[in-house]
């Protein structure tokens, strides 16, 4: 069943089952005062990002394919301890991305006019599987085993104009690797960590998320762990904060961010009121980007580093550390 039905309403909340389509040009998409918006204002309002991150022994990688209907961006990175390499293209409109819009299907960028720039996503009921390549210098591929591990999947309503479709994963193993400059760096299985966040909707206009991710083994024989929580979006009867261990998700209550705005390289804190979430966050690096061109705009940071803290499960009692787990977290304004 397609996310949204015959008379243009979505299926809201977590869900047990991933939809076979967002169908989001059947969405009955209205203004705040009720107004139906036209074929081509829809087009223009629909968002969509897809997002796969790895966590390896000394390296970060990412990299994203984002629509914004005006424009699309295509991101990777490779953070190691010799320094960070970035490459990013801004297109207009839709000019070299594809998607089905599946969360079991695939998305693909090709630049029109760099040879061999190309990301093709593929999402089946086993794995997220990425492939890239920017030029001989940068390319890879990285898989993430979903066999063993749940997804996350919600649907919440942006007040009264929109829906956010979230799909992550990050419970299971993730092999690949990646190489730049003649140096590959490969991903173990039994040690990194990894991400995927599958998200597409009619967004605020103007979004503001903190969002963080922890992934990976403390110590060799413990549990594979994978942190995900955020604020700010995604909030609106259903959540997405989970913890998953060995593949199995398990709830988080709502969290804080405490982070100097102004030094985002300075410690951050994560937590709950209620004290089940207690986390210290170090960043290592960041990436970011700082833009406002008036009918668009950003103030992205992205840092990478490390955690410190546990993690209390409320329906079990059991009391999980993440010392030394690499991950993410991130202050994010767009206007889009």
């Known amino acids: ?34 107004a139906k918006r036209m074929a081509w204002q829809r087009r223009f309002l629909f968002k969509h990002f897809d997002f796969h991150g790895a966590l390896g022994d000394g390296f970060t990688f990412g990299c994203g394919m984002v629509r914004l209907g005006m424009l699309n961006s295509t991101f990777a990175y490779l953070h190691t301890a010799t320094g960070l390499h970035r490459i990013q293209f801004d297109l207009p409109l839709d000019f070299g991305f594809q998607s089905d819009y599946k969360p079991i299907g695939q998305s693909s960028w090709t630049h029109p ?16 599987e990425l492939n890239f390549r920017f030029g001989d210098t940068f390319h890879g591929h990285l ?58 909707g009619f967004l605020r206009r103007e979004t503001f998320w903190n969002w963080a991710c922890a992934s990976g083994r403390a110590a060799p024989g413990q549990p594979l762990l994978s942190l995900n929580v955020a604020r700010g979006v995604n909030e ?21 961010f405490e982070y100097d705005r102004d030094n985002i390289h300075a410690p951050w804190r994560v937590y709950s009121q209620c004290g ?23 103030r992205f940071n992205q840092c990478f580093g490390e955690f410190n803290g546990t993690v209390t499960l409320k329906e079990t009692g059991a009391t999980y550390s993440l010392n030394g787990l690499s991950g993410w977290c991130e202050d994010h304004y767009a206007k889009w």
């Open 1 to 34: 069943m397609d996310l949204i039905n015959a008379k243009g309403v979505p299926t809201w909340g977590r869900l047990s089952n991933l939809p076979g389509c967002i169908n989001w040009q059947h969405y009955d998409a209205r203004n705040a005062m009720g």
């Open 113 to 128: 006019f760099k040879k061999n720039h190309q990301v093709l996503a593929v999402r089946t009921e086993t794995s997220r």
């Open 236 to 256: 609106t009867s259903a959540h997405e904060n989970v913890l998953w261990v060995n593949g199995q998700l398990n709830n988080l209550p709502l969290v804080l």
């Open 143 to 200: 898989s993430i085993d979903c066999k063993e591990s749940e997804t996350l999947a919600l649907n919440t309503p942006i007040a009264n104009t929109g829906f956010a479709y979230a799909q992550k994963n990050s419970g299971g193993a993730i092999t690949g690797h990646v190489h730049l400059n003649g140096v590959d760096y490969t991903l173990d299985p039994e040690k990194a960590g990894c991400y995927h966040d599958w998200t597409a």
């Open 276 to 298: 089940a979430v207690d986390l210290q966050f170090t960043p290592k690096g960041s990436i970011d980007d700082h833009r406002n061109l008036l009918v668009l705009a950003s």
